[in-house]
């Protein structure tokens, strides 16, 4: 008799040993990284008096906005059915898997047909690895597989997602390299790395890439484009700073101006001299 009330003793004593690990683990599920990490911000870029539609097309300002409205579309085009998934899973649960691993999953809203997301993260050594598998039903259906992979910082403060193309074609299109500072995201950089288009052959735009910051001075935001420019047959650069409460700016491209100097504009989208 008194060994089995030794061995209950001994057992309610370790009990917790041997259960405690999970329970704690399960406390302690990863943050996930900002949903800026994987969209930009392009609201700072005009103010609500500055319509581009109203604006002149040889002006300064018109050939800054068009830039930066085609990466937004771009983009949009890529990353709208990715960024939705990750958008719904800040407002999910986490279950625990075992191994400092979790798991969201859900379904996400606003497009056309049902889609599922089981996004998981995994806290590693030096860094938390996260891998979103989307799959859809009804049109266009299609059945789970990984659309995008990432690292973040335990602090979520820098990391990198890598998207793919699509469920026909699940290669590596755009990899996403992001950069927050005090909270706040400092910088996010766009590259476009698919090697082959849709026929099979190199992808001319190979390399593009787009990068937005913050930074000091008057123009306190900027955009650096390098990509492939059609009309052109090779790749340019563009570069896009601006005030972001002010919304004056200018911008410099050799590509368009044939010289390498700043062209301005006012807050009001008119071309003006530059003074610096």
Known sequence: M?????????????????????????????????????VIDFSSFSGDAKSISDIKTTTNFFLAATTVYFWNATLVS??????????????????????????????VNG???????????????????WEMYI??????????????EGTSSADRNTGQW????????????LVIDWLRISGELSQITYTYVRELN??????????SFLTYGLQEGNYNAY???HAYVN??????????????TEYYGHIKASYIYQDDIWHCWDNLGNDIDCTN
């Open 111 to 129: 497009f056309a047909g049902e889609y599922t997301a089981r996004l998981t993260g995994e806290v590693q050594s030096d860094d938390i690895k």
């Open 231 to 244: 009309s052109i047959s090779e790749f340019a650069d563009t570069y896009i700073e601006w005030n972001t």
């Open 162 to 173: 890598t998207l793919y193309h699509s469920y026909q074609y699940q290669e590596e299109v």
């Open 198 to 207: 849709n026929d099979g052959v190199t992808d001319d735009f190979n390399g």
């Open 223 to 225: 955009y650096h484009t």
């Open 135 to 148: 799959s859809k039903t009804g049109i266009g259906a299609f059945a789970e597989f990984k659309w995008f």
């Open 2 to 38: 008194k060994k089995i009330i030794y061995f209950l003793f001994a057992f309610a004593i370790l009990f917790p040993v041997f259960t405690g690990c999970d329970e704690d683990d399960t406390e302690k599920a990863p943050v996930l990284p900002p949903y800026e990490s994987m």
């Open 78 to 107: 890529v990353l709208s059915v990715p960024v939705a998934a990750f958008y719904s899973s800040f407002n999910h649960t986490p279950v625990y898997l075992g191994n400092k691993k979790w798991q969201w999953t859900y379904a």
